[in-house]
C-alpha cells in the first residue's frame, strides 16, 4: 500500500471553497471502488509556518491502483474536479510514501474508511521530515525503528510523553525526494505544547544512549510541522 501525500498551498481568499470542494467532490470521487481513499485532511497551525497550507494524505492499494488515479487526474473524471480545487489554491506538492516495516499503520482495509467524514474533535500531529546522512538511509530505517519509536513506545515514556508514534514513511523513488523519511506523531498532550517552544532539550535527553543523541550519526536535518485535523476528516 502507498500514501499520496500532498500540501497545497491554499488561496486565503478560498480557503473555505476549497475545504468544501476536496470534501464533497474530491473524496468521494477518488474513493470509486476500493482502491484509494482520502485519509487526512489537516491544516498547517498558522504561526507553525506558512499560511494557508493543507496537508492531505490519500491511501492507495498498489502502484496500478495510483497510476489509475494519476490518469483519472491527468484526463479523466478527476480532471474537471482538479481543475476546480486549482481555483482554490497556488500551488501543490506531492510525493508517494511507502510505510517502512516498523511502521504502525502498514495496509487498510480501505472498504471501512469513510468518505464524507463523521464530525470529531480535532487531532493534532507533528510530522516529522527527516534528511538522513549521504548513503547512510538503510541505516537510518533500521536504527529509528530498533532506538526512537521502540523507546517512544515502551516504559516510562510511553506513559509521559507528548507525542505518540503513529506511523513512519518513506518515499518512493521516483516521486519524491530520494533520502526522506516521513514520521508522523499523534500529540496526545496538547498543553504541554508550549514547553516545547520555551524550554531547552534538558541534557539528559541529549545525552549518549539517547536519539538526539545517537541519531546525530545518521541525520541533523528535519523539519516539524503542527498538523490539526478537521473535524471531518475521515481519519482522526
Avoid: N
Amino acid at each position: 500500500m502507498f500514501y499520496v501525500h500532498e500540501v497545497h498551498s491554499v488561496d486565503g481568499r478560498h480557503e473555505d471553497r476549497f475545504e468544501a470542494r476536496l470534501r464533497h467532490d474530491w473524496a468521494p470521487a477518488v474513493a470509486d471502488g476500493d482502491h484509494a481513499r482520502l485519509l487526512h485532511y489537516l491544516h498547517l497551525a498558522h504561526g507553525s509556518g506558512p499560511s494557508y497550507r493543507v496537508v492531505t494524505v490519500t491511501a492507495v492499494t498498489d502502484g496500478a491502483a495510483w497510476g489509475h488515479l494519476v490518469d483519472r487526474t491527468l484526463t479523466g473524471d478527476l480532471a474537471p474536479i482538479a481543475a476546480g480545487l486549482d481555483e482554490c489554491r497556488h500551488d501543490v506538492v506531492a510525493k508517494v510514501l511507502a510505510p517502512l516495516p516498523w511502521s504502525g499503520m502498514q495496509e487498510i482495509d480501505l472498504s471501512t474508511v469513510g468518505v464524507g467524514g463523521v464530525d470529531h474533535d480535532p487531532v493534532l500531529f507533528m510530522e516529522d521530515t527527516v534528511w538522513p546522512r549521504e548513503g547512510l538511509l538503510e541505516t537510518y530505517v533500521e536504527r529509528s525503528g530498533a532506538h526512537y519509536a521502540s523507546w517512544m513506545d515502551t516504559g516510562d515514556e510511553a506513559e509521559t510523553s507528548l507525542l505518540q508514534v503513529e506511523a513512519s514513511f518513506r518515499t518512493v523513488w521516483g516521486a519524491g525526494a530520494r533520502r526522506e523519511i516521513v514520521l508522523w506523531q499523534r500529540v496526545t498532550r496538547p498543553r504541554w505544547m508550549s514547553g516545547l517552544l520555551i524550554t531547552e532539550v534538558p541534557a539528559e535527553l541529549k545525552a549518549p544512549g539517547t536519539w538526539m543523541h545517537d541519531g546525530l550519526e545518521l541525520r541533523d536535518q528535519w523539519e516539524s510541522r503542527i498538523l490539526r485535523s478537521a473535524r471531518w476528516s475521515p481519519t482522526a
